[in-house]
């Protein structure tokens, strides 16, 4: 048979043979006089496992280690391998398509798809309209979608959040959106505001803090100047007390 023929017969393209001759998988059969390769049908039965396998997903070495008859593995030991991967791949699409679902079923607006422990934090939070509130459900997202945030901090977080009072604490930080950086509610929510984080928090903050180089001064400068120096006071407070 002639390449096109075999070609047809396995239903490979004569390009594909060919380049599978070029990297070594298969050895060309001998030519004719004439010049045309003369393929037999044991080429053909080998084109068509080739075939097959590249099919189920192996790369040409692992089709190579397939075909091999003593120095390759075992074809069912590649295909165990190849089992185990296509598992690993239909998990982590079954994980894709969860978080997908849960962001589809979010309101317009939301925060988008997040870790399952920011995810539990803010299926915590009440329910506001807080600008502050939003504020820092943004922020603590880029933390997550940056693998900065603390997964176990995030966990810790919750009693925080379940609390009802955090959002009178967010109204009172929304009220000094016009305030001067004088405003005698600074200091008592400042101080209200450290206080209602729990000890265990403080606790398990890393001794180089929690606040990536930068984020302090990015995060502060989306405030007033009044609620930026409430915001940075707390900020100051985590330093503080992970240094401690």
């Known amino acids: 048979m002639r390449i096109g023929e075999v070609a047809a017969l396995v239903g490979l393209t004569t390009r594909a043979i060919r380049h599978y001759h070029h990297v070594g998988l298969l050895p060309e059969p001998e030519r004719r006089p004439n010049g045309y390769r003369a393929y037999s049908v044991r080429d053909a039965v080998l084109l068509a496992r080739v075939r097959r396998l590249t099919e189920l997903g192996l790369s040409l070495q692992e089709v190579r280690d397939a075909l091999a008859d003593d120095a390759g593995r075992e074809l069912i030991e590649i295909l165990e391998e190849l089992d185990a991967d296509l598992a690993r791949q239909e998990a982590a699409i079954q994980e894709r398509r969860r978080r997908l679902g849960a962001l589809l079923a979010e309101p317009p607006g939301a925060t988008g798809p997040v ?21 820092d459900r943004e922020y603590l997202a880029l933390l997550d979608t940056t693998s900065t945030g603390d997964q176990e901090m995030l966990a810790l977080l919750e009693t925080l959040m379940a609390d009802p009072g955090v959002v009178e604490l967010y109204e009172r930080l929304d009220a000094l ?52 120096e409430v915001v940075g006071r707390l900020m100051d407070a985590f330093v503080e007390r992970g240094r401690g």
């Open 115 to 135: 870790s399952p422990a920011l995810a539990a934090l803010l299926a915590q939070a009440p329910r506001t309209d807080s600008p502050s509130a939003a504020k």
């Open 177 to 228: 959106a016009e305030a001067p950086t004088d405003d005698p509610r600074i200091a008592p929510l400042a101080a209200d505001l450290i206080a209602a984080v729990p000890e265990e928090v403080f606790a398990a903050i890393p001794e180089d803090g929690v606040v990536v180089t930068g984020f302090k001064e990015a995060l502060l400068a989306e405030y007033s100047p009044a609620q930026a």
